[in-house]
């Protein structure tokens, strides 16, 4: 049984930073991508960043680039997405996907994560 974990998330202030981590089991692979998604309140769910573990190669939506940064920790099947400069509208529920290679051009589509994490609040306000 596939299971993705979430922690991290809360409140914190503009240009503060959050640590949010995905810890993934069950899924018998050897490849393995974790996408990070986000739905602000009243829209749809977008696509943040994704991860390949077998070769850490990195996306990102334009919006987050250059201050978010996802990472991971092989041994451990978990997936870090690190947010700093938050802003306001960073405000959302975060969630974590998983899937066997993120693809240059499908990373950010929702549709082809199977399994997803519970979800994590974010809120960026001061």
């Known amino acids: 049984q596939v299971q993705l974990v979430e922690s991290g998330g809360g409140l914190v202030q503009p240009g503060g930073s959050l640590r949010h981590s995905c810890a993934a089991s069950?899924?018998?692979?050897?490849?393995?991508?974790i996408g990070w998604f986000r739905q602000p309140p009243g829209k749809e769910r977008e696509g943040v960043s994704c991860?390949?573990?077998?070769?850490?190669?990195?996306f990102y939506a334009d919006s987050v680039q250059g201050r978010f940064t996802t990472s991971r920790d092989n041994a451990k099947n978990t997936a870090y997405l690190q947010m700093s400069g938050l802003k306001p509208e960073d405000t959302a529920v975060y969630y974590c996907?998983?899937?066997?290679?993120?693809?240059?051009?499908?990373?950010?589509?929702?549709?082809?994560?199977?399994?997803w994490g519970q979800g994590t609040q974010v809120t960026v306000s001061s």
């Open positions: 991860i390949n573990f077998h070769d850490g190669n990195t």
């Open positions: 069950g899924f018998t692979s050897d490849y393995v991508a």
């Open positions: 996907a998983i899937d066997f290679v993120c693809g240059s051009h499908s990373w950010d589509r929702s549709g082809k994560y199977n399994y």
